[in-house]
């Protein structure tokens, strides 16, 4: 990890980022060990150094397309933890007033489209931004997150076929975490990498470390630098894990069939506690503002629980609106 | 007043509307340099240039999926897919995307697009090219549902669609766009769910959508002649349905036929039955008919397809059947 040549305010961004999508999720997790959640959530734990990394690298009115595991997305454009969990619990000041939950959170005041319960559905409405942008003439990008199981859909072929023969300016981020639910990518692909496919449209393709938030950041941001100049779409491809099963409660047994070990190997990698031992070794943060920077958060945690278990459920007549003007 | 067809009267429509919001935007397969499949965008190209009329590769998901993010961030897409079966193709992207966004994110967002695709059989289009898929999207609650019937009609309900802040699915009829119409100089936009008496009558109510209240009213032309007099009520749009116009007229006749293009099994005239049936009970002096497509695929050849397609004989007969 490339920590040296960073400024300590950029670590301590990134490390806040992460340590908040950290600790935001695993009391979304409490909440559903405790019976208090409906439905189920999708965690994004141990992805945290993707939406970092690729959202450090962004402007306050770009674009976000995001996906069934969007809470990091979310966390990292600054959305307000306290309505994404009162939305996650069903409340009446959630994002969506309680009516989409985990799996739906929109903040559109932070640029975020909507995460998307249909894989691959969100790829075209990114690139759709990302026309947008481009008939407007300003100088935003788009970003589509989605998983390497969203690459085998067609959506992800007719949005990047479109994109690089449009030049839009829009930067795909494939989050490898190896599994669609249960189906390993090496049993359903013929490639190692997923980001050699953007060889077929004729547009840049990366692979980077989805643990090393520095790695993540650089690449998007030149990815990102491309699209604003004009120059049009990447494909990144982070390798990553995560440390949950597809959703809350989802053992995730399969993930041992052929390497009992798999998941031990990726959490030594813990982007969150990497970023944080190699800050310590290049004495850019002492463990003092690591214990500030953790208490501070922990605060902002526990307000944001608290808030949402007091937050009232909405009224049933809320069923009946915002299905039109 | 003057002289226009229909696909004239479409594409008259887009270049009003363009003309006064640069956020409207065409896009769809063959829209540009072709001016559309159906002639319906003839010239837009020309005048508005590539980023403002799009030919989109043969992709109805992604270039779908495209216009739902044009319209979350400022535009007024119009998309139009090439033939109203193509909705399948598009299905996710109509159905659990744009149809959703408003409600799933609790009013933040809006959805301002709209999907022309055209409906009908008589074409020897045979069983994908030939549906008329109205009663499938009216199912779903999010999307607005337009079934225009002549020229004039077409033209100020689309001005109206792209106004609206919520996706439209307008659906224009295939055997309708090269058919000549008298309409006005000047079109105002027409309001959604609000129906409109083709033609007054009192002795049977005949509710009709898009190319079927033109028939209609050519089936109540030679039953006058017979001493029977037909009310046509053109719907205009399915969802919002305009439950008040239909019901009145009901009191008034007794007697109810509802003609629409979609097949007949949950179609729109079955929804429209069940809708007012409550309401009309006591007024009905016979039982409700409908005029619909067979439970079937389209077939291909014209004596296969002709037949079943509901046609003014069809009307007439099942008007004659209830009177």
């Known amino acids: 990890m490339k920590v040296k040549e960073y400024s300590k305010k950029q670590l301590t961004e990134f490390y806040e980022t992460m340590y908040r999508m950290r600790r935001f999720e695993e009391e979304v997790f409490e909440f559903y060990k405790q019976g208090l959640m409906p439905g189920l959530a999708h965690l994004y734990m141990g992805e945290e150094a993707i939406a970092t990394g690729v ?4 402007k306050n009115d770009d674009y976000i397309g995001s996906t069934h595991r969007g809470h990091g997305h979310l966390v990292a454009r600054g959305a307000d933890i306290k309505r994404m969990m009162a939305e996650i619990l069903g409340k009446k000041d959630g994002y969506s007033k309680g009516k989409g939950g985990s799996m739906h959170i929109m903040a559109l005041d932070k640029g975020i489209l909507g995460a998307n319960g249909i894989v691959g559905a969100e790829i075209p409405i990114a690139t759709g931004a990302a026309f947008s942008i481009k008939y407007r003439g300003t100088d935003q990008v788009a970003i589509s997150f989605f998983g390497e199981a969203a690459s085998n859909q067609g959506t992800f072929h007719e949005s990047l076929n479109m994109a690089s023969a449009w030049k839009l300016p829009v930067v795909y981020i494939i989050e490898n975490n190896l599994y669609g639910i249960s189906v390993d990518i090496r049993d ?30 650089e690449t998007a941001k030149k990815a990102i630098d491309r699209a604003r100049e004009g120059e049009g779409p990447t494909l990144i491809e982070c390798k990553t894990y995560r440390w949950q099963g597809h959703h809350v409660g989802d053992p995730a047994t399969y993930r041992a069939r052929k390497d009992v070990d798999e998941k031990e190997k990726w959490m030594k990698k813990c982007p969150v506690k990497c970023l944080k031992e190699a800050a310590a070794i290049y004495k850019k943060i002492s463990k003092k503002e690591f214990d500030q920077i953790e208490a501070k958060i922990e605060e902002e945690i526990q307000e944001a629980v608290q808030f949402a278990k007091e937050n009232p459920y909405p009224d049933v007549q809320e069923s009946y609106t915002d299905v039109f003007e | 007043m003057k002289t226009l067809t229909y696909a004239q009267a479409v594409c008259e429509a887009l270049d009003e509307e363009m003309a006064k919001d640069d956020k409207v935007v065409l896009l769809g397969e063959d829209v540009a340099f072709l001016g559309g499949n159906f002639k319906t965008s003839v010239g837009l190209y020309e005048k508005y240039g590539d980023l403002r009329v799009k030919d989109t590769p043969i992709s109805e998901a992604g270039f779908t999926g ?34 959703k966004i408003r409600y799933m994110s609790g009013g933040q967002a809006n959805v301002p697009m709209v999907i022309r695709t055209p409906i009908g059989a008589g074409r020897s289009s045979a069983a994908q090219h030939s549906q008329s898929m109205q009663a499938m999207v009216s199912h779903f609650p999010g999307l607005k549902v337009v079934v225009p019937s002549n020229a004039a009609e077409v033209k100020g309900l689309l001005k109206t669609a792209i106004r609206d802040n919520d996706p439209v699915i307008f659906f224009e009829h295939k055997m309708e766009y090269n058919k000549k119409f008298e309409i006005p100089d000047i079109v ?27 028939k209609s009213e050519e089936a109540a032309e030679k039953l006058e002649k017979e001493g029977i007099s037909v009310e046509v009520i053109d719907l205009r749009t399915i969802v919002p349905f305009d439950k008040e116009t239909v019901i009145n007229s009901v009191k008034k006749t007794g007697k109810l036929v509802i003609a629409d293009e979609s097949y007949e099994r949950c179609g729109v005239a079955a929804e429209i039955a069940a809708e007012i049936f409550d309401e009309v009970f006591y007024y009905l002096d016979a039982p409700i008919g409908r005029v619909s497509t067979p439970n079937v695929p389209l077939p291909f050849s014209p004596a296969l397809e002709f037949p079943i397609i509901p046609s003014v004989d069809r009307i007439y007969n099942k008007i004659k059947e209830l009177i």
């Open chain 1, 55 to 58: 959202c450090a690298a962004l």
């Open chain 1, 188 to 217: 359903v692909a013929n490639v190692v990498d997923i980001a050699d496919r953007a060889s077929a449209y004729g547009i840049p393709g990366v692979v980077v470390n989805g643990m090393d938030v520095t790695e993540v950041y």
């Open chain 2, 66 to 99: 495209l216009a739902i993010g044009m319209a979350l961030t400022g535009l007024r897409p119009v998309v139009e897919l090439m033939f109203s079966d193509f909705l399948l193709v598009a299905a996710d992207q109509v159905i659990n995307q744009a149809a």
């Open chain 2, 188 to 214: 105002e936009p027409i309001p959604f769910g609000k129906a409109r008496i083709a033609r007054e009558g009192k002795d049977i109510t005949i509710v009709a959508t898009s190319s079927l209240v033109m």
